[in-house]
């Protein structure tokens, strides 16, 4: 009997590890990069459209290159600017936490067929964005000026969009030349929308959360400078 109990702990013990199992990848200084792609729908990982995220960090800067394949649709509203409520719409995004733990502040980042940007400061303190607890954004103002930067090319012959975006390291307290060696969380989205569909909306990521949220900080993966 004990050897039973024993043998079912440890069947516990592996399904648990291999359901918080997270994806990682290891960052480059530039211009080598480090990729990460994703072809799976959140929650139901089913198939999503193929979407690749190239990164690599300068002195000062992250940089990453975001493409988006099997394109169809490039929808956007384009009355919207600066961090206006883009994720409506098509997007490509970042969530982006200095450290290792499930962070409950991080940065958001979106991009645009159209390049607008949208940047800002996340305060989930449930991690999960529990329903009755706080959850906020706090926006990047003037994202010119501290040093973020974003460039869309679309190329619709080939049913692709590509956005190259900008990071100020020193938004995360990374002094210059200091990248090298630092433990990031991340994860990586794509929404997928249709004139015909709107305002529903296909979602996709790197590392898929169990439900249709973006905003589940353990599912985020692990990012190594090196």
Not at 180 to 185: E, N, P, V
Request: net charge negative; proline share 8%; glycine share 6%.
């Amino acid at each position: 009997m004990h050897s039973i109990l024993s043998l079912a702990a440890a069947a516990g013990l592996l399904a648990t590890a291999s359901a918080t199992r997270l994806p990682s990848v290891n960052v480059p200084s530039c211009p080598r990069v480090g990729s990460i792609s994703y072809s799976k729908s959140v929650p139901d990982l089913t198939p999503f459209p193929r979407t690749q995220v190239d990164l690599c960090y300068t002195d000062k800067s992250l940089e990453l290159t975001f493409i988006a394949y099997d394109e169809v649709n490039y929808f956007f509203n384009a009355s919207q600017g600066t961090n206006d409520d883009i994720w409506e719409y098509e997007v490509m995004e970042a969530f982006i936490y200095k450290g290792t733990e499930d962070p409950q502040t991080y940065v958001e980042l979106e991009v645009n067929p159209n390049n607008v940007t949208y940047q800002a400061f996340v305060y989930n303190p449930s991690k999960n964005r529990a329903v009755g607890a706080p959850f906020d954004h706090f926006f990047v103002s003037d994202p010119a000026t501290d040093g973020f930067s974003a460039k869309t090319v679309l190329n619709k012959p080939a049913k692709t969009w590509k956005s190259s975006v900008t990071v100020p390291l020193g938004i995360f307290n990374v002094d210059v030349g200091k990248a090298r060696g630092t433990s990031w969380r991340m994860n990586f989205f794509r929404t997928v929308v249709s004139p015909e569909i709107y305002p529903n909306q296909i979602l996709g990521g790197w590392s898929p959360p169990d439900q249709a949220s973006f905003h589940i900080t353990k599912f985020f993966g692990r990012v190594n400078f090196v």
